[in-house]
């Protein structure tokens, strides 16, 4: 039990099932406090989300609904972890996936481009933003969150202006693909019979699993993902050994961007959602993978299954009892768990203290028996 | 029964995963000089840690003049009159010696500084005890020797009894080195009680009346130094015998491997050039060292040699290539190797494995990547598995160990087996010992001599005199930025180095 425990596969594993629990836990404890009366209940929904269907199709369809936005919210916290994994924490994700929205809904809807090309736009768009950052970071030296975030604002208005061209006259919302351009819809690929029909399962799912794998691989089997661990892990050593660290932090920026930017498509593509033209806070999606990232251990393949747990809560935050509690009561509960998966690295690095003072013990327990049999 | 300034009885302070002290009793008379000895890692700064309030033992206990004292934080052992001079000084570089020396404990009326008190106290202080200093200097313009005066002062100032040196010669020139030990002794003789921690024997022979020794978090012993010798000291420390003279045949010079021309390196901290003009040759078959006091443009000028930071201007031919403008990995792959002045910095990426970190200079090899770009584990874990082999570098789990977590000796052996196998025309050591045990520091001498019999020139920055004045075949000294003397080791002594580190002898020295 203790040998497993000291796999840090396992460990990342604990720590995020106990960040888990301790969130539903204080985020229970909140509602209690709200409404005692109802709380049980709610938190029970949260957890369950599309379970608390009972009829299995709705179930099987709803589920599909949080598969399809999970995908986005893998791409950012990919984007997140793949920056964090050189050194890089970067927050402008969200900015990048901004810019992403923008790039592939004003291709579909102004210009009538094919979803293939929106979604290359959508991941130039990021990676063109990622760039920025990184230029000013590697020739400026200008930290990349202080640029993230105000890059995040600048894309935020930027995409608020260029969208109000096409969106409906009497909404504040982008038109809809399918009625303007249904070419630009990300095709089921037939993945949406598995579904119960639901339309928005598209190839954005096994590309988004397909990206993280791939992710996976770069980082620990080429030597690109050499040089920018490297890089991350000491950009002295890394000049010291001749490689290029400004280029690799310019090319990681990039490479996080993009995949950001290329997570926008895949929501706004499927048609899920619209974008609001009058909205002034850049979408959480972006700070939502930093949970992500973190929480799945800072591993892509644990980011799938991460990604999907948050949005699952996200989702789930939908069915509280709003006969005791506000609609944003579901934003509260899910934060608080978001907030807690912060404290992965924490619980890991407490788990190994405790671990090494107990072997301590028991061989300092060990030598003094020894010690009595002499 | 004799009476002891502090006692240290049985102490225990453990880290999860290590024990730093183990069961250690350290016995201060009254003025005496009482060494501390041991290797990087015995113990020393976490014994003197707990001395000092600032980790809390799990066993023992501390008796000051025989009484059991608890000392919480550093405020309460200043209270009990311990003070320590650190080995890096906590000095504010634009006050006044005089402010630095009544710092935390100004005295005042009402509020308003009454620094003519002060200023008196300090000057019978230094008269008393010949420490001469400029109360009115500010401390960036005063040498290191007076800085380290005004540190002691500050002891003094607070009327403390027992007096704690954290290896205080590390950044003396011999001269100065001399004037603290006289010092030392006054200090001792007012009835002062010193700690001096060390592992420098030399210093420790001449200065010390007694001598506990560490190893490894554990207590070896305590001894008269009148009445041991630096083998059996040295024995102590590091468990074994060892050989202190590095046994080498005389240099056989061949071409000129490198040349330097006129380089001026700019200074990070001050707007003056920290390496001026320098011109020299290293040949293929000799060991060159620049010597040098710490901080007179040795790390600058090894950064402009290398690539780190750009040069002035000057220019750079290695093997009779123009590398002036080279990039570092041109330079590496040209045949220049080097082995950094600080290991964590430069040296490895600690959160990298030793595989890892073995290949940080050849990763890009074919034999190390496919051309699509994919990593060759397989080869990159033979080739580990051979230098990890022949340089008996020793980890945990082998190649796969955590650079992080390897020894301090072991992780320097590491950068050498990369530098060495890589074959170069040159290899730069620098400060290759720096925090070495003297098992390791013998090892890695050899391992420069060896470069040199095999015909590669090899360029040592030292600041350790024994070295400087052991393993090189030239010494040229560094002051100030530019070469003022070319000495042979064979014929010069310590004094007529100390004097030219010291800038007061220089020649002109063509390269």
Known sequence: MKKALKNPGVQAFVASIICIILGLLIGYIVLLFINPEGAAESIVNVIKNFLTWSRPNKKLQQFGNTLAKTMPLLMCSLSILFAYKVGLFNIGAAGQYVAGSCACLYAALAWGWGWLPCMIFALVAGAVLGAIVGFLKSRCNVNEVISGIMLNWISLYTANTLLTKVKEVASPYTMYIKDVNPSALLPNAGLDKLFNKNQYITIAVPLAMIIAIAVSILLSKTKLGYELKATGSNKNAAKYAGMAENRNIILTLVISGALAGLGAAMLYLTGYMRWECTQSSVPGMGFNGIAAAFLGGLNPIGAIFSSFFIQHITDGGQYVNTNFYSSQISDLISSVIIYLCGFVLFIKITMNNLLAKSEEKKSRALKVSEGGDK | ?511
């Open chain 2, 1 to 511: 029964m004799e009476q002891y300034a502090v006692e240290m009885l049985h102490i225990t302070k453990r880290f999860p995963g290590i024990i730093a002290n183990d069961d250690i009793t350290l016995q201060l008379k009254k003025g005496e000089i009482h060494a501390l000895l041991g290797e990087n890692g015995a113990g020393k700064s976490t014994l003197m840690s707990v001395l000092f309030g600032l980790y809390q033992p799990e066993e023992g206990v501390i008796k000051k003049d025989g009484v059991e004292v608890k000392i919480n934080n550093p405020n309460d052992a200043n209270a009990l009159g311990i003070g320590m001079v650190h080995q890096h000084f906590k000095l504010v570089e634009c006050f006044t010696v005089l402010d630095n020396i009544i710092m935390g404990v100004e005295p005042n009326k009402m509020g308003f500084l009454q620094k003519k008190e002060a200023r008196e106290k300090v000057m019978a202080l230094s008269e008393k005890y010949g420490l001469h200093v400029d109360p009115d200097a500010k401390i960036e313009d005063i040498t290191v020797g007076m800085q380290q005066r005004t540190e002691i002062l500050k002891m003094l100032y607070r009327d403390n009894e027992i007096l704690i040196f954290d290896e205080p010669t590390a950044v003396l020139t011999p001269q100065e080195i001399s004037e603290l030990m006289q010092i030392m002794k006054n200090l001792a003789a007012e009835g002062k009680s010193i700690l001096f921690i060390s592992h420098k024997l030399n210093e420790i022979m001449e200065v010390a009346d007694r001598c506990s020794v560490l190893r490894k978090g554990k207590y070896i012993g305590t001894v008269e130094t009148k009445n041991t010798t630096i083998e059996q000291l040295s024995a102590m420390m590091v468990g074994r015998n060892v050989n202190f003279h590095v046994e080498k045949k005389p240099a056989n010079p061949g071409e000129v491997i490198l040349q330097i021309d006129n380089m001026t390196v700019a200074s990070k901290v001050h707007k003056n050039n920290a390496v001026k003009n320098v011109s020299l040759k290293v040949r293929a078959g000799e060991i060159v060292c620049i010597a040098g006091i710490d901080g007179n443009g040795q790390s600058e000028f090894v950064y402009g040699l290398s690539g780190l930071e750009p040069l002035v201007s000057g220019k750079i031919t290695l093997c009779g290539k123009d590398i002036t403008k080279s990039s570092i990995r041109q330079k590496s792959v040209l045949g220049m190797s080097h082995i950094p002045e600080d290991r964590h910095k430069h040296g490895l990426v600690l959160d990298y494995s030793l595989e890892d970190n073995l290949i940080l200079q050849t990763y890009f090899d074919p034999e190390f990547t496919t051309p699509a770009g994919f990593l060759r584990r397989k080869n990159i874990r033979e080739y580990a598995d051979k230098l990890i082999e022949q340089y008996d570098v020793r980890s945990g789990q082998g190649a796969v160990t955590t650079a992080r977590s390897m020894s301090g000796g072991n992780q320097q052996k590491a950068i050498i087996a990369r530098e060495i196998d890589k074959a170069p025309e040159l290899l730069i050591a620098v400060q290759p010992t720096r925090g070495l045990d003297v098992g390791a520091i013998e090892y890695i001498h050899q391992q420069l001599v060896a470069q040199r019999d095999a015909g590669k020139a090899v360029l040592l920055i030292s600041l350790e005199l024994d070295e400087v004045m052991d393993v090189p075949d030239r010494i040229l000294v560094m002051y100030e930025g530019e070469i003022v003397g070319e000495l042979d080791p064979k014929k010069t002594t310590q004094e007529e180095l100390g004097l030219y580190m010291a800038g007061a002898k220089r020649d002109e020295v063509k390269a």
